[in-house]
């Protein structure tokens, strides 16, 4: 399992922000310029452009090859170094929950698959359960992309059911 350590004040900044983790989702397989990235977004490239660099300057993205655009300007993709999966940030939590509902509000409905169940474990259970679920992540995060397949997201949440005490 990957070994996760704290994520420094810096880094816990630069990811508590819903729009910043939707560019690196955008980034994590294709680099994208920062044109790109605005434009899926449907934002302003200028406004785009300081959180881009702010996740470049706290390694979450990484400036690849420059290139020349279609009208000879230069372009600089970026592409997603995964860093966020190797870092725990207490603040990311609702941050994460916040970038899911704006992406899963662009989804078709009828593409949407989502569950929720209610459990009742002992301790010991819970554990197994944290673990066998972490280690099942863990194996599909490490496959590598298959760039022919559709994109597809996960947000998984876990929490004490305050309807059931």
């Known amino acids: 399992m990957t070994e996760r350590r ?13 729009l910043r983790m939707r560019i690196l989702r955008i980034c994590l397989s294709e680099p994208r310029t920062n044109k790109q990235i605005a434009a899926i977004l449907g934002r302003d490239p200028a406004s785009v452009l300081h959180h881009t660099r702010t996740l470049v300057r706290t390694g979450f993205l990484e400036a690849q090859q420059e290139r020349r655009g279609a009208r000879g300007a230069r372009e600089i993709p970026y592409l997603a ?23 899963v509000a662009l989804a078709p409905a009828a593409d949407v698959d989502a ?4 459990l009742r474990l ?21 496959r590598p ?17 305050p309807n059931r005490p």
């Open 81 to 103: 170094t995964r860093k966020s999966w190797q870092l725990e940030a207490p603040a990311m939590d609702r941050v994460l929950l916040d970038a899911f509902l704006e992406e």
């Open 145 to 161: 992309d298959d760039a022919s397949a559709p994109a597809w997201s996960l947000f998984f949440a876990l929490h004490p059911d």
């Open 6 to 18: 704290p994520a420094t004040d810096e880094e816990a900044k630069a990811l508590a922000s819903s």
């Open 115 to 118: 569950t929720r169940l209610g």
């Open 122 to 142: 002992s301790p010991e259970d819970m554990a197994e359960f944290r673990s066998r679920l972490q280690a099942l992540l863990e194996e599909f995060a490490a």
